[in-house]
Structure formats: structure tokens, C-alpha cells
């Protein structure tokens, strides 16, 4: 409809104050939904019924939409944690999967830190659940590639997984970063004694010792 712009005056009738409200409440739910572009037409609208409304129509509906990411992202992470907390890797790993077909503008795997990729990997592969858990540790060892305890996370679920040649050069990282920082010599000869099994053709990994690392 042809409305006078100018309703900052104290002139604006009820009618045309409920629709400058619904154009701005419409585009929230717009930003909130993604579609910026429409979040955006909706603010300008809004900004041309009321001069009163001082924003840039374009900033205010990019940061309504990161804002509702952001919120997505965090509660997402919290299902995760919860997930994996009662040992239903598979499920988080899962969840993680339809939470970006669902959602991509969601920064999920830049709310979990690398030591929550890291534990994820480490403790969906010791409790059986390897295969589901892979992506956990690409994830962890590409926001920490240095750290040698994730390293070494990754590698045992490469050598659980048959990756042998991967498996190896992940536990040789971890050793040598053990040695530079002083980590441990009983987790130096661990580590060495699973890549001369390895490099053996024989699996280090029997169900003892398994059971201590999930014990450890």
C-alpha cells in the first residue's frame, strides 16, 4: 500500500504502526531462517514506513542471521557432548552429519574445541564405535595438527581401521612431540612399541591391551 514514509512524526495511526511492527518482526524471522537477501527487503521496508528506524538493513539482517547460528551451533555442540558423554558415539557423530545437511550455515565443528574432536576420536574408537568416529579425528588434527596427543588419538584409530601406513605416522609424530615436550617416557615406549608391531605386520592391539587404555 502507498503509506507516507514519515511516521516518526507522533502522527501514525495504529494500522500503519502494527504493520511497520510485522514487516520488522517478519524480517527477523527471515534473518533467522537464513534468507538474508529477504531479511534485508524486510528491514528496508520497515526503515521506509518509520525514518525512526535508524539501521542498515543489510548489517542488521547478517547479524541477526549469525547470531541465530551461533545460537544453533552452541546448543548443537551441547546434544553432541551429551551424546558422546553417555557413550552413544555413533549417534553424536550422526547427529553431527544431519545437523549440517539441515543446517550448512552452521559453524558446529568451530564450536567444539580440537580436544572435543580429540576425545570423541579417542573414546568412540576405544568403545567400538571407530568407524563412526574417523571424521571426529581428521577433525581434531586439522585444528591442532601439532598437538601430539591427538595425533596419537588418530592413530590408533587409523591402526583399529587397518590403516596401517597412517597409523604408524601418526604415532611417530605423537612420539617425537612426547620427546620434545618431556610428555612421558612410559607413553614414548608405548607408542614405539606399537609402531614396531605395526611396521612387524603384526596388530599391537589385542583386547588386553584395549582394556587398559580404556581403563588408563
Known amino acids: 500500500s502507498?503509506?507516507?514514509?514519515?511516521?516518526?512524526?507522533?502522527?501514525?495511526?495504529a494500522a500503519e504502526r502494527r504493520l511497520v511492527?510485522?514487516?520488522?518482526?517478519?524480517?527477523k524471522e527471515a534473518a533467522a531462517a537464513g534468507q538474508i537477501e529477504r531479511a534485508a527487503q524486510l528491514f528496508a521496508q520497515?526503515?521506509?514506513?518509520?525514518?525512526?528506524?535508524?539501521?542498515?538493513?543489510?548489517?542488521?539482517?547478517?547479524?541477526?542471521?549469525?547470531?541465530?547460528?551461533?545460537?544453533?551451533?552452541a546448543s548443537a555442540a551441547t546434544v553432541v557432548l551429551e551424546l558422546s558423554e553417555r557413550g552413544a558415539y555413533r549417534e553424536a557423530m550422526q547427529r553431527l552429519a544431519e545437523i549440517d545437511?539441515?543446517?550448512?550455515?552452521?559453524?558446529?565443528?568451530?564450536?567444539?574445541?580440537?580436544?572435543?574432536?580429540?576425545?570423541?576420536?579417542?573414546?568412540?574408537?576405544?568403545?567400538?564405535?571407530?568407524?563412526?568416529?574417523?571424521?571426529?579425528?581428521?577433525?581434531?588434527?586439522?585444528?591442532?595438527?601439532?598437538?601430539?596427543?591427538?595425533r596419537d588419538s588418530r592413530g590408533l584409530?587409523?591402526?583399529?581401521?587397518?590403516?596401517?601406513?597412517g597409523a604408524i605416522a601418526d604415532f611417530d609424530a605423537a612420539v617425537q612431540w612426547a620427546q620434545t615436550t618431556g610428555y612421558g617416557q612410559d607413553f614414548v615406549d608405548q607408542r614405539q612399541a606399537w609402531i614396531d608391531a605395526l611396521n612387524a605386520g603384526t596388530n599391537p592391539f589385542d583386547e588386553p591391551t584395549l582394556d587398559a587404555l580404556r581403563n588408563n
Open 2 to 13: 502507498d503509506l507516507d514514509p514519515s511516521l516518526a512524526d507522533g502522527g501514525n495511526d
Open 21 to 27: 511492527l510485522a514487516t520488522l518482526e517478519a524480517g
Open 46 to 73: 520497515a526503515a521506509a514506513l518509520d525514518p525512526a528506524i535508524a539501521v542498515d538493513p543489510d548489517a542488521e539482517a547478517q547479524r541477526l542471521a549469525t547470531e541465530r547460528q551461533q545460537q544453533a551451533a
Open 101 to 150: 545437511v539441515a543446517s550448512p550455515g552452521v559453524a558446529i565443528t568451530s564450536t567444539l574445541s580440537a580436544e572435543d574432536w580429540n576425545r570423541l576420536c579417542w573414546d568412540g574408537a576405544l568403545a567400538g564405535q571407530v568407524e563412526a568416529v574417523m571424521p571426529a579425528c581428521a577433525r581434531a588434527v586439522s585444528l591442532a595438527p601439532d598437538d601430539g596427543g591427538i
Open 157 to 165: 584409530a587409523r591402526a583399529l581401521t587397518g590403516d596401517t601406513v
